[in-house]
């Protein structure tokens, strides 16, 4: 896989990880659980957002604070030639490569980074 869609996927699950904490379902289970304040878990939490942004490229970085921005998942999957963002037909050429997430694909459509599941 892309070493910049990797990096992507995992600031995702931190993204989703923040949003979790911030809604307050879990705030008291993960204070208690973790022995660690949630501001102090939600501090962490950004900081390696921050650490992992630095490591993508100019373009790529610029795209996903776009996308991110307007979205919640700036990185969906591509199922049966589908974007799992916007739902449009992607195409075909991508998924018929070797391998299709050695390269960063973006859906002309939505602006979401795709990644094909093994």
Not at 53 to 66: A, I, K, P, S
Not at 74 to 99: H, I, K, N, Q, R
């Amino acid at each position: 896989m892309h070493e910049q869609l990797e990096t992507l996927l995992e600031m995702q699950d931190l993204h989703m990880q923040r949003r979790a904490l911030e809604e307050g379902d879990v705030r008291e289970f993960e204070s208690g659980v973790f022995d660690m304040s949630v501001e102090e878990a939600l501090a962490a939490l950004e900081d390696k957002i921050s650490d992992l942004e630095r490591r993508l490229t100019g373009d790529v970085q610029e795209r996903y604070r776009r996308v991110i921005g307007s979205r919640h998942r700036a990185v969906v999957p591509v199922l049966g030639g589908v974007c799992y963002g916007c739902f449009v037909a992607v195409p075909t050429s991508w998924a018929s490569e070797s391998d299709p997430n050695a390269k960063m694909n973006v859906c002309q459509n939505c602006g979401r980074f795709h990644y094909y599941p093994p």
